[in-house]
Protein backbone atom coordinates (compact mmCIF):
# COMPACT_ATOMS: atom_id res chain seq x y z
CA UNK A 1 0.00 0.00 0.00
CA UNK A 2 0.95 3.77 -1.28
CA UNK A 3 -0.90 6.21 -0.13
CA UNK A 4 -0.09 9.59 -1.52
CA UNK A 5 -0.90 12.82 0.24
CA UNK A 6 -1.60 16.06 -2.19
CA UNK A 7 -1.50 19.26 -0.42
CA UNK A 8 -3.02 22.66 -2.46
CA UNK A 9 -2.27 25.18 0.38
CA UNK A 10 0.62 27.29 -0.10
CA UNK A 11 0.38 27.65 3.46
CA UNK A 12 2.88 24.70 4.84
CA UNK A 13 2.04 24.10 8.64
CA UNK A 14 -1.38 25.58 7.94
CA UNK A 15 -4.99 23.79 8.82
CA UNK A 16 -4.90 21.65 5.31
CA UNK A 17 -1.69 20.54 6.06
CA UNK A 18 -2.30 19.60 9.72
CA UNK A 19 -5.42 17.94 8.53
CA UNK A 20 -3.55 15.78 5.39
CA UNK A 21 -0.53 15.38 8.09
CA UNK A 22 -3.43 12.96 10.37
CA UNK A 23 -4.44 11.41 7.33
CA UNK A 24 -1.24 10.39 6.43
CA UNK A 25 -0.45 9.27 10.05
CA UNK A 26 -3.20 7.55 10.03
CA UNK A 27 -2.51 5.59 6.60
CA UNK A 28 0.89 4.96 8.15
CA UNK A 29 -0.28 3.34 11.36
CA UNK A 30 -2.28 1.28 8.89
CA UNK A 31 0.83 0.03 7.40
CA UNK A 32 1.01 2.18 4.16
CA UNK A 33 4.27 3.58 3.29
CA UNK A 34 2.91 7.50 2.80
CA UNK A 35 4.62 11.07 0.43
CA UNK A 36 3.36 14.09 0.96
CA UNK A 37 3.48 16.62 -2.10
CA UNK A 38 3.48 20.09 -1.53
CA UNK A 39 1.59 21.86 -4.77
CA UNK A 40 3.06 24.95 -3.96
CA UNK A 41 6.82 23.64 -4.25
CA UNK A 42 6.50 22.27 -7.23
CA UNK A 43 6.07 24.24 -10.48
CA UNK A 44 2.93 22.80 -12.46
CA UNK A 45 1.81 25.24 -15.35
CA UNK A 46 -2.39 25.56 -16.46
CA UNK A 47 -3.45 23.27 -18.83
CA UNK A 48 -3.37 24.53 -22.35
CA UNK A 49 -5.81 22.39 -24.19
CA UNK A 50 -3.67 21.48 -26.51
CA UNK A 51 -4.74 17.83 -27.18
CA UNK A 52 -1.25 16.41 -27.58
CA UNK A 53 -1.97 14.26 -24.49
CA UNK A 54 -5.01 12.70 -25.94
CA UNK A 55 -3.03 10.67 -28.34
CA UNK A 56 -0.12 10.28 -26.03
CA UNK A 57 -1.03 9.86 -22.59
CA UNK A 58 2.12 12.51 -22.64
CA UNK A 59 1.86 16.16 -21.33
CA UNK A 60 4.09 18.50 -23.28
CA UNK A 61 4.35 20.92 -20.85
CA UNK A 62 7.63 21.17 -19.68
CA UNK A 63 7.28 21.36 -15.47
CA UNK A 64 6.81 18.83 -12.72
CA UNK A 65 3.86 17.29 -13.40
CA UNK A 66 5.38 14.67 -15.38
CA UNK A 67 6.57 13.36 -11.87
CA UNK A 68 3.37 13.97 -10.17
CA UNK A 69 1.80 12.06 -13.10
CA UNK A 70 3.89 9.18 -12.15
CA UNK A 71 3.70 9.00 -8.25
CA UNK A 72 -0.46 8.97 -9.02
CA UNK A 73 -0.07 6.18 -11.19
CA UNK A 74 2.20 4.43 -8.54
CA UNK A 75 0.07 5.51 -5.38
CA UNK A 76 -2.92 2.92 -4.34
CA UNK A 77 -4.46 5.85 -2.76
CA UNK A 78 -3.97 9.85 -2.97
CA UNK A 79 -5.39 12.11 -0.07
CA UNK A 80 -6.04 15.61 -1.65
CA UNK A 81 -6.37 18.31 1.43
CA UNK A 82 -7.27 21.79 -0.03
CA UNK A 83 -8.55 25.44 1.47
CA UNK A 84 -11.74 26.87 -0.14
CA UNK A 85 -10.35 30.22 -1.68
CA UNK A 86 -13.35 32.11 -2.95
CA UNK A 87 -15.58 29.03 -3.14
CA UNK A 88 -13.23 27.39 -5.18
CA UNK A 89 -9.79 25.39 -4.95
CA UNK A 90 -6.86 26.97 -4.21
CA UNK A 91 -5.02 27.78 -7.90
CA UNK A 92 -2.33 25.25 -6.96
CA UNK A 93 -4.95 22.24 -6.68
CA UNK A 94 -6.76 23.66 -10.17
CA UNK A 95 -3.73 23.43 -12.00
CA UNK A 96 -2.99 20.15 -10.49
CA UNK A 97 -6.32 18.66 -11.15
CA UNK A 98 -6.56 20.23 -14.84
CA UNK A 99 -3.79 18.37 -15.57
CA UNK A 100 -5.26 14.87 -14.87
CA UNK A 101 -6.01 15.27 -18.43
CA UNK A 102 -3.03 13.54 -19.69
CA UNK A 103 -4.49 10.71 -18.10
CA UNK A 104 -7.38 11.07 -21.05
CA UNK A 105 -7.94 10.21 -24.44
CA UNK A 106 -9.77 12.14 -26.49
CA UNK A 107 -13.66 10.59 -25.46
CA UNK A 108 -12.32 10.67 -22.12
CA UNK A 109 -11.75 7.40 -21.28
CA UNK A 110 -8.28 6.55 -19.63
CA UNK A 111 -5.30 5.76 -21.94
CA UNK A 112 -4.60 2.10 -22.40
CA UNK A 113 -1.54 2.39 -20.65
CA UNK A 114 -2.52 4.26 -17.44
CA UNK A 115 -6.58 2.15 -17.22
CA UNK A 116 -4.69 -0.85 -15.24
CA UNK A 117 -3.20 1.88 -12.76
CA UNK A 118 -6.14 4.27 -12.46
CA UNK A 119 -8.91 1.38 -12.19
CA UNK A 120 -10.44 1.57 -8.76
CA UNK A 121 -7.34 4.28 -7.37
CA UNK A 122 -8.79 5.45 -4.06
CA UNK A 123 -9.37 9.09 -3.37
CA UNK A 124 -9.96 11.18 -0.39
CA UNK A 125 -10.30 14.95 0.49
CA UNK A 126 -9.71 17.33 3.08
CA UNK A 127 -11.70 20.79 2.74
CA UNK A 128 -11.05 23.55 4.96
CA UNK A 129 -12.73 26.89 5.18
CA UNK A 130 -12.95 29.71 7.51
CA UNK A 131 -16.45 30.07 7.42
CA UNK A 132 -18.50 27.85 9.67
CA UNK A 133 -20.86 26.47 7.07
CA UNK A 134 -17.68 23.81 5.85
CA UNK A 135 -20.69 23.52 2.79
CA UNK A 136 -18.63 26.25 1.33
CA UNK A 137 -16.51 23.96 0.10
CA UNK A 138 -19.26 21.89 -1.62
CA UNK A 139 -17.94 23.30 -5.25
CA UNK A 140 -14.48 21.01 -4.53
CA UNK A 141 -16.04 18.11 -3.21
CA UNK A 142 -18.12 17.80 -6.89
CA UNK A 143 -14.58 18.42 -8.90
CA UNK A 144 -13.15 15.78 -6.92
CA UNK A 145 -16.42 13.49 -6.69
CA UNK A 146 -17.21 13.77 -10.13
CA UNK A 147 -13.71 12.84 -11.57
CA UNK A 148 -13.47 10.42 -9.47
CA UNK A 149 -17.35 8.80 -10.59
CA UNK A 150 -16.08 9.54 -13.94
CA UNK A 151 -13.49 7.68 -14.06
CA UNK A 152 -14.86 4.80 -12.24
CA UNK A 153 -12.00 5.27 -9.23
CA UNK A 154 -13.41 4.33 -5.56
CA UNK A 155 -13.70 7.38 -3.57
CA UNK A 156 -13.22 7.58 0.03
CA UNK A 157 -15.31 10.71 0.73
CA UNK A 158 -14.63 13.96 1.89
CA UNK A 159 -13.70 15.65 5.35
CA UNK A 160 -14.97 19.32 5.48
CA UNK A 161 -13.82 21.22 8.55
CA UNK A 162 -14.04 24.69 9.38
CA UNK A 163 -10.75 26.73 11.10
CA UNK A 164 -9.83 30.49 10.32
CA UNK A 165 -6.15 31.75 11.69
CA UNK A 166 -2.85 29.27 10.50
CA UNK A 167 -3.05 26.22 13.26
CA UNK A 168 -6.64 26.48 14.47
CA UNK A 169 -7.53 23.30 13.45
CA UNK A 170 -5.39 21.45 15.78
CA UNK A 171 -7.79 22.22 18.33
CA UNK A 172 -10.90 20.55 16.62
CA UNK A 173 -10.31 16.97 17.60
CA UNK A 174 -13.40 15.55 15.77
CA UNK A 175 -12.01 17.18 12.43
CA UNK A 176 -8.58 15.68 13.18
CA UNK A 177 -9.93 12.43 14.01
CA UNK A 178 -12.11 11.73 10.87
CA UNK A 179 -8.79 12.90 9.18
CA UNK A 180 -6.79 10.05 10.58
CA UNK A 181 -9.58 7.66 9.96
CA UNK A 182 -9.73 8.49 6.57
CA UNK A 183 -6.24 8.05 6.28
CA UNK A 184 -6.39 4.31 7.54
CA UNK A 185 -9.31 3.81 4.99
CA UNK A 186 -7.30 4.64 2.39
CA UNK A 187 -4.72 2.34 3.45
CA UNK A 188 -7.08 -0.45 4.24
CA UNK A 189 -6.89 -3.26 1.50
Known amino acids: ?7 GSPRVGGNSDILLNQALAGAKEAGAEVEKIVL ?29 HQKI ?46 RGKRI ?5 CGDPNVHMADPIVHSFKTTVEMSKMHWLGAIMASATDKGDIAANK ?12 AALP
Open 1 to 7: MNVLGIM
Open 40 to 68: DRMKISGCKDCKKCNETGLCVLKDDMPEI
Open 73 to 118: LEATAIVHSVPVYFFSMTAQMKAYLDRWCAFYDAEWRWQKAYYPKL
Open 124 to 128: GLITV
Open 174 to 185: EANQQAFDLGKK
